[in-house]
Structure formats: C-alpha cells, structure tokens
C-alpha cells in the first residue's frame, strides 16, 4: 500500500478519527493512552470482572473453559491527574432526550458518593450517541439531581446546563481533563 | 450448630483468622473490605485480566466459553486514602532470604514510577509465606534498590533495614495504612 509522506505512521489513528461510530469506551481508551504517553495522567479502565469456573491447562498455558460476567463493584475508570485521586463511569445511551439512571449500578453511585467525600474527582460521561454529543457531569451534579429528583432520567437539558460538553477531537478524542481543570480548585 | 452468644455473627473471620495458610489476597481484601466498612479507605483489587473469545448466550445470561488471561497494564490494588491517591503491588514468595524482582512485571514498575511522580503513595507488599512476615517497601525505596544494585532478587535484610514490617492483626488482617501513616506527610 502507498501513503503519502506522513501518513503511514499515524494510519491506524487516522482510521479512527474517520470512524464516527467509533464507541466512547475506545474513544476514552485513546484519550488515556494520550494522557499517558505524554505524562498528563494515568488513568485506567479496569478489566471486565469475570468469574472464572472452568481453567484447563494445555502446554505452557492456561485456558478459560468456562466463565461468567460479574456486577462491577466500582465504576469503570480510575487513576491520578496532578497529584489527585480521579474516578468516573462512562455510559452510552441511544435516548434523544434524557440519560436513564438504570444505566449506573446502585454500588457505583455509591462508590462516586464515597469519592466525593474522600477528597476525589468524581464524574459521569454520558455519550447521547444519536446526537454525536459526549458530556461531563460531576458527581456532585449528579447526587444535587438524584436528590432533588424522583425522575428515573436525567434530561438532556440537565446536561446541558450543569454539565459540560466535551468536544470531540482528534488526539485526544475527548479531552476530559480539560474541563477537570475548569471546575477542579 | 451451637456456638456461644456473640460468636455466630463472626463466624467466617473467625475461620478466617485461625487459617494461618490464608494467603496474601484474602488478607488484603478483607482488610480492603474493613477500611470501606468504616469509611477509611476506598481501595479496591482490580479485576484479573482476560480477553474473551468465545461467549454463548443462554436465556438472558451469557455464559464465556474461552478466554484466556491477559498481563496486567498496572499494579492489582489502587484507591483513595484521605484524599490522596494510593497504588500498589502484592506478591508472595517462597523464597526465605530474598525477593526475586522477577515477580513484578516491567510495566508494573514503570506504572509505580509514574505514581510517585505524579505525587501518588505508590508501595509493593511482599509476604516472605514461609517466615509469616509481611513488609511494605515504599516505591522510592524500590527504586532506591533496582538503581543502586544489579542483583535480580531484594534480600530480606533490605526489607528489615528500608521496609516496614506490618503486623498481622484480627481485623483488618493487615493494617497497611498504619504504616502508610508514618511515612506519608
């Protein structure tokens, strides 16, 4: 294959960027591999929970023959930026108007509660993948709509009021950290 | 079963505390698990990794029919302690006089480095099973050693010397955070 001058290298984000179905949980992957190659922040996804059942043993290695999915204790995403504990859950929706609560596991609000009061950086990104629109909404934000809600969604117009939109680019994709600098003391 | 009054309730750390073969892990969760009951400490064990490659669905539950483990990216155990981001590492050996660095994988140590110098507490905890001691030796410590030696294994003396020797206790199992206390400004 031909590409011209520069391009080769960079082909396999190139791909991405033009992917624009490309999923949030990959687009944070890349922004998290962007923060760490440039020694901005680790942050990391934690490994799916799985229950392994069934490991047999071929060679040198060890296969899983069976296994299942387990309920996530924590959210999903959690490191260090300057210095300060940083923890959030990421969730997709395809809803045109509201982000359903249901999506987030009794533990995880929680655990963002528990953060909030250690003296973390806790949030939510909410993706509205059929308006191509990613926000931040701190944890905070959150417990001030959950406890003066009875409502099983959070409306769109929540978001766009308390929330942050983050703009998509193109490395990083999501530059989340930018907007932790705007409200973060 | 009979048991006597106030016994019942505590029947499994009973157990647990006179299993003196109980390994590394289990203290360390539970006493994970005692920091998050008394609202000390929100540090969790990550998730073992594994790339799935086969799942079948049944009713509504899938059920993982291979998959294999993956190399952890990071250290097992992160979190926060009194607003300050924590990360570790815990390993044990057999071995009676020194630590075989072998047991830490090289991104494991560059993930450490990294924590401390973003101003995160980053430490490995290492069980020598056979003495029944457990030390904690602070991440600059560790460095302190890989820069200044070219020896494959930390001997045990620089775990006495360096290292802080944590007691075992009722619960939690393992008190690191006492330790983590002292040295922590």
């Not at 999915?69 to 490191?79: A, H, L, R, V, W």
């Not at 308006?131 to 001030?144: G, I, M, Q």
């Amino acid at each position: 294959m031909n590409y011209p001058t520069g391009i080769k290298k960079d082909h396999n984000r190139l791909i991405n960027y033009k992917n624009r179905g490309m999923d949030l949980e990959s687009d944070l992957n890349q922004s998290n591999t962007y923060y760490i190659d440039n020694d901005i922040a680790y942050i990391y996804k934690k490994p799916t929970p799985i229950q392994v059942s069934k490991v047999e043993f071929i060679n040198k290695g060890a296969i899983i023959k069976e296994a299942f999915y387990k309920e996530p204790s924590t959210t999903d995403y959690n490191g260090i930026y300057k210095g300060h504990y940083i923890d959030f859950e990421a969730k997709e929706t395809k809803n045109k108007t509201s982000f359903p609560l249901a999506n987030i596991h009794l533990h995880q609000y929680k655990h963002l509660e528990n953060i909030e009061r250690h003296g973390g950086i806790g949030f939510i990104i909410v993706r509205f993948t059929l308006l191509d629109e990613t926000y931040l909404l701190k944890a905070s934000d959150l417990f001030y709509f959950t406890n003066n809600n009875k409502r099983k969604s959070i409306p769109l117009t929540f978001f766009k009021k308390r929330g942050f939109l983050i703009k998509e680019g193109y490395n990083p994709r999501l530059d989340y950290l930018k907007i932790v600098d705007t409200f973060w003391r």
